[in-house]
């Protein structure tokens, strides 16, 4: 799971920022450190998936399952491209959209779908 999570964190980095040591300056975290994250050595702290959801155009689910569900679309459609593999996973289906480039709006508790 750790080598796979270092993988798509890869894999999103290189079409964000290409450079790794550009990228884990604006991480703050050194050049090391997201080598041994992205090689699957060293596994990523809650904060740093967070902060990689977000500079990374991606979702948690993205990073932690291997999703594409929340993650933005054009992002989805490069990881796509670029990796088919991400089709195979549950919940794989692109990023959650109404059918017309829109997102659904989150329910109310309690509202019916």
Known sequence: MQKDMGSRIRWARQLVEPNRAAFARKLQVGRTTLHKIEDGDRAPSVFLVAELSHKLL?????????????????????????????????????PASNGDGSSPRPRKRGQAS
């Open 58 to 94: 991606v979702s948690t689910d993205y990073i932690i399952l291997g999703t594409l569900r929340g993650v933005d679309g054009e992002m989805a459609a490069k990881l796509l491209e670029a990796h088919p593999e991400l089709r195979g996973h549950r919940g794989t289906d692109g």
